[in-house]
């Protein structure tokens, strides 16, 4: 394989292994994010994507790119487009069956000890907390916390319009403590 292969295949089991920590869907919104979030902290991420400034905050081109159509792991996953009216999750993304056995597969090859163990970690604890947020909620932590993503934003000033109720709702569901709800009503 050349340097943009392996990199692509890296990618798409990078992909792979985020969809597999959680059974549920995971919108490409929040499966962008997520990563994002994960690229932030895990350094050997970066070789596999790039994220830039963009509508809904940080953008990779190649996981938009990779979710329609991967290279080597075709049949993994299935996209769903969004629902009429829906301007924000960028559709949904469910592992087909091919795709539990291959994460399953990955899994089983990963040595004891291994950095990807912590990773995966890493993936279980941001599907669990992220995917109960809903798009707005997730945009508003993302912008709060990498304020830079909200130069191209187009939807900062809506979210940021419903700062406090969104604020509220993602303490009620626990997804954030009384610290941070103070925090993000201050902005």
């Known amino acids: 394989m050349d340097r943009e292969e392996v990199r692509q295949n890296g990618l ?18 929040h499966l962008e994010k997520e990563v994002f979030v994960l690229w932030n902290f895990h350094p050997s991420i970066d070789s ?9 905050g940080p953008f990779s081109k190649e996981i938009q790119e990779t979710i329609h159509k991967p ?11 969004p629902a009429e009216g829906d301007d ?5 993304v469910t592992l ?24 995966m970690s890493a993936m279980k604890m941001v599907r669990t907390l992220y995917d109960k947020l809903s798009p707005k909620e997730l945009l508003l932590l993302i912008y709060d916390t990498y304020p830079e993503y909200i130069e191209k934003s187009s939807v900062f000033d809506r ?23 103070e925090t993000l009503l201050k902005e």
């Open 12 to 29: 798409e089991n990078l992909i792979l292994l985020v969809l597999g920590a959680d059974a549920r869907k995971c919108s490409v919104l």
């Open 48 to 56: 596999f994507v790039r994220f830039i400034r963009h509508y809904h």
């Open 71 to 81: 290279m080597f792991l075709d049949d993994c996953w299935r996209y769903h487009p």
């Open 88 to 92: 924000l999750s960028s559709g949904y």
């Open 96 to 119: 087909t069956e091919q795709g539990r056995r291959r994460y399953q597969e990955v899994v089983a090859k990963i040595p004891p000890g291994h950095e990807l163990h912590s990773l």
């Open 159 to 181: 979210i940021d319009r419903e700062r406090k109720g969104l604020a509220r709702e993602m303490l009620q569901k626990g997804a954030i403590d009384s610290e941070r709800y």
